[in-house]
């Protein structure tokens, strides 16, 4: 997922009891599925909430192109370099969508982008890591972009309207990218055994960080609880963990690589596969900074956005000297 | 200095005999800029044969606190709509 333990700023889930009316009136709109658009009256928390998953999402739009920049110059043919950098403007583009839709709840781009430069808020814990050989591109696209779709599709649906606009749009786009990674990790599974080799060390690498995407189980959150109320996140954790591995696992079988769980088995009972312990520690520690390449990240989007300082500044010079000559020309 | 770009609505005319639609928005020192950017970011899989790009600022929007005003007293013009007007069953064509 990507918008990791978004903090609601309450300690439990409101019930209609501590709501004022105009609160009773905004929650039974959400309970009958009336889309809350952006210049209607909510909760101040909702409007918080909703900022910080919204911008998380953006966030980890764009810091995901840098993984997979790194592969645009050594891409193995022409085809596959030009597949990637449109898979890679589709990730700007959708970076661009999600910062408008958190635009609508009145805060700035600018106030945004410095959010996560400074720290405040995170993107997804997945694009810490590094991307080693052409191989992780396909992980990427197959299981990162899977598991991003998992949780996309469900927020197509969700309360506020400019977010679940964007998710639709998104969604269309997102399965282009899903499928580009498995035709990478097929194309590499037919090749020689070293190349197939290769498949399987990122299969082996990107596994266990793409279940911890999903985040912890929310069962005891009382900030998802409170945003499944809000309709801000449709469906737990866990629950789409469990989807993520039901429909992936045969997909390995396919290509004929093996999933690195020794627990992994299909329980027959319950029609869903069961895995092994997710270590929880690691997914804390990247969270903190602690993972492979969180400095670098910040870093490498820090210099972009200073970098580009002037180019900005220039263009709305130039944009305010032609409107004043044009204004002068009327005049 | 702090010079944040405005803010543009794009909508789009995704074939001939369409209307144009709101797609979104998106941030340019200028029109020209606007235009470009929309074509970057909302037409990528020819969604459209067409663009507007409009200031956000000069979007003039109704309140939501006016709802009531303004489109509750259509509500009760039922007459407005032609199945207000049962017809007998021999009578065809209208």
Redesign the interface.
Known sequence: MYAQMVDTGLNKVVDASQMSPQEQAFQARIDADVKV?P???MPEAYRRTLVRQIQQHAHSEVVGQLPEGNWVTRAPTLKRKAILM?KI??EA?HG??LY?AA?TLGV???DLIDDLHAGKVKYSSIFNYPTLNWADIGAIGWLVDGAAIMNQIPLCRCSYGPYA??MV?ICK?ESFHQRQGFDIMMAMCRGSADQKAMAQDALDRWWWPSLMMFGPSDAESVHSAQSMRWKIKLLSNDELRQRFVDQTVPQAEYLGLRVPDPALRWNAQSGHYETGPIDWAEFQAVLRGHGPCNRDRIRVRKEAWDDGQWV??A??A??RK??ERESRAAA | MTSEWPLWEVFIRSQHGLAHKHAGSLHASDAEMAMKNARDVYTRRNEGVSIWVVKSADVVASAPGDREALFDPANDKVYRHPTFFPMPDEVKHI
């Open positions: 658009e210049r209607d009256w449109a403007q589709d583009g661009l969508y408008s635009e700035s781009r600018d606009r964007a749009r786009e900005r500044e263009a709305m130039h944009a032609r409107a």
